[in-house]
């Protein structure tokens, strides 16, 4: 017999105008396991299998003039205009729901620049997970996430693999 249940989880403590909320996310589960929302896969589970990332050499003026990917400030004044940045993918963080996937560039993210991808872009892409410990180029539109530089990925040609 399946057994399912609901069950609360605190995700975070929101403080607004002195008073504290609690978020809460609610998750199913089944069996002991939990479930995801179907209709939103994975980033590798409907990634592209003809897709490939292109490569960039380092005597290329797009690297040359790229940001360093820890070049918080001087990325932060390219917000709103495009731009590239160029660092080695330290982790990859997908939330389990699939909405979105990101690309860090240190293993303490918040110093360095991210790329994000969103779920109605995974397809366009290659499995990003082969990503992971390579430097890459990343170009696009530099957006304010926060009070920090970020580039929303929606092509595979906006990454680039150092050679």
Request: proline content about 1%; aromatic content about 8%; overall charge positive.
């Given at each position: 017999m399946k057994h399912r249940m609901l069950t609360l989880?605190?995700?975070?403590?929101?403080?607004?105008?002195?008073?504290?909320?609690?978020?809460?996310?609610?998750?199913?589960?089944?069996?002991?396991?939990?479930?995801?929302?179907?209709?939103?896969?994975?980033?590798?589970?409907?990634?592209?299998?003809?897709?490939?990332?292109?490569?960039?050499?380092?005597?290329?003026?797009?690297?040359?003039?790229?940001?360093?990917?820890?070049?918080?400030?001087?990325?932060?004044?390219?917000?709103?205009?495009?731009?590239?940045?160029?660092?080695t993918v330290s982790n990859i963080f997908e939330e389990r729901d699939g909405d979105l996937l990101i690309l860090n560039f240190d293993p303490q993210y918040r110093t360095a620049l991210v790329a994000v991808l969103k779920n109605p872009d995974f397809p366009k892409f290659p499995d990003v997970k082969e990503l992971k410990g390579k430097e890459v180029l990343v170009s696009g539109s530099f957006v304010d996430y926060h009070g920090k530089a970020e580039i929303m990925l929606t092509d595979p040609g906006q990454i680039k693999i150092v050679k």
């Open positions: 989880s605190l995700v975070g403590l929101l403080f607004s105008g002195g008073v504290c909320l609690a978020m809460t996310r609610v998750t199913a589960q089944s069996n002991g396991k939990q479930d995801r929302d179907t209709l939103k896969p994975l980033q590798h589970a409907v990634a592209s299998k003809t897709a490939k990332f292109d490569t960039v050499s380092k005597t290329d003026e797009s690297y040359t003039t790229a940001f360093d990917a820890h070049d918080l400030a001087g990325a932060y004044k390219k917000v709103g205009q495009k731009g590239a940045f160029k660092g």
